[in-house]
């Protein structure tokens, strides 16, 4: 499987402390299943948490040693979750921005309380400025959850989404889980990613036992697109596919209540 938003660079947002809790964090991901992660740290225009790109590289080089000398094997790209701002077109401009890995995606992601003013637009101009967008678990935003419609026009518009493993399990509450299932049950979600600051903290068990019964709601294959194809295609730059509809989605969405 592919992380697309994950937390494992340490010593730079409210991720791992040390490299040893990101080499930690890393054989949790191995033994999840993933073999290729995009370390994530938090960019929030006008904090403290506005790490420079090289300071983001040369961590990812930190890591990706220490996980080849504990003999491990898994793969980290660089990227960013950066917070959804109007200071994103100029940050583009001046080069401050990392996209996740090679591609011209950015994690985009939207606030927990109230949406930015001007938030539409700001999405469009990002995308007239050539990258796409994965906005990072939209379900976890009570304005997005609470109104399906801006999500059908975000999608028509080339917004991906991204929701959170740790969705589906409620660990950020009903609203969330409920956006969540009903938005696997429409066929509104393009990956998945952990999202993961520390080894353990995103209970990387109860990951596998929600990817089954995420396979019942909506089948292997669109799980199989979700965690691996479509994460995949995203970092070579290619158009991500939609879930596909199958008599599962509606079928089993009870059973994660």
Same mark, same amino acid.
């Given at each position: 499987?592919?992380?697309?938003?994950?937390?494992? %660079?340490?010593?730079?947002?409210?991720?791992?402390?040390?490299?040893?809790? #990101?080499?930690?964090?890393?054989?949790?991901?191995?033994?999840?299943?993933?073999?290729? @992660?995009?370390?994530? *740290?938090?960019?929030?225009?006008?904090? =403290?948490?506005? *790490?420079?790109?090289?300071?983001?590289?040369?961590?990812?080089?930190?890591?990706?040693?220490?996980?080849?000398?504990?003999?491990?094997?898994?793969?980290?790209?660089?990227?960013?979750?950066?917070?959804?701002?109007?200071?994103?077109?100029? /940050?583009?401009?001046?080069?401050?921005?990392?996209? /996740?890995?090679? #591609?011209?995606? %950015?994690?985009?992601?939207?606030?927990?309380?109230?949406?930015?003013?001007?938030?539409?637009?700001? @999405?469009?101009?990002?995308? =007239?400025?050539?990258?796409?967008?994965?906005? =990072?678990?939209?379900?976890?935003? *009570?304005?997005?959850?609470?109104?399906?419609?801006?999500?059908?026009?975000?999608?028509? #518009?080339?917004?991906?989404?991204?929701?959170?493993?740790?969705?589906?399990?409620?660990?950020?509450?009903?609203?969330?889980?409920?956006?969540?299932?009903?938005? =696997?049950?429409?066929?509104?979600?393009?990956?998945?990613?952990?999202?993961?600051?520390?080894?353990?903290?995103?209970?990387?068990?109860?990951?596998?036992?929600?990817?089954?019964?995420?396979?019942?709601?909506?089948?292997?294959?669109?799980?199989?697109?979700?965690?691996?194809?479509?994460?995949?295609?995203? /970092?070579?730059?290619?158009? /991500?596919?939609?879930?596909?509809? #199958?008599?599962?989605?509606?079928?089993?969405?009870?059973?994660?209540?």
């Amino acid at each position: 499987m592919i992380d697309l938003h994950c937390h494992i %660079l340490h010593a730079i947002d409210d991720g791992p402390a040390t490299i040893e809790e #990101s080499v930690q964090t890393a054989a949790a991901l191995i033994e999840t299943g993933y073999g290729l @992660v995009v370390a994530t *740290p938090h960019m929030i225009p006008g904090t =403290a948490w506005m *790490p420079p790109i090289n300071h983001v590289k040369s961590r990812v080089r930190q890591i990706n040693e220490a996980i080849r000398l504990a003999g491990m094997e898994l793969e980290i790209l660089s990227g960013m979750e950066i917070a959804l701002d109007p200071l994103i077109p100029d /940050l583009l401009d001046d080069g401050r921005l990392l996209p /996740l890995g090679n #591609s011209s995606c %950015l994690l985009v992601e939207p606030p927990f309380q109230q949406l930015p003013p001007g938030w539409r637009q700001l @999405v469009f101009t990002i995308l =007239a400025k050539g990258h796409t967008i994965l906005m =990072a678990h939209p379900e976890r935003c *009570p304005q997005l959850s609470a109104n399906p419609k801006w999500i059908e026009d975000l999608i028509q #518009s080339g917004v991906y989404l991204q929701i959170n493993w740790g969705s589906f399990l409620g660990h950020y509450g009903k609203p969330a889980k409920r956006a969540a299932i009903r938005w =696997a049950q429409t066929g509104w979600i393009h990956c998945l990613a952990t999202d993961s600051h520390h080894p353990g903290r995103r209970h990387f068990a109860g990951m596998q036992k929600a990817a089954v019964k995420l396979a019942e709601m909506i089948g292997e294959a669109n799980l199989c697109q979700l965690t691996h194809d479509n994460p995949q295609r995203l /970092l070579r730059d290619e158009p /991500l596919h939609p879930m596909v509809a #199958s008599g599962r989605m509606k079928k089993h969405w009870w059973r994660f209540w």
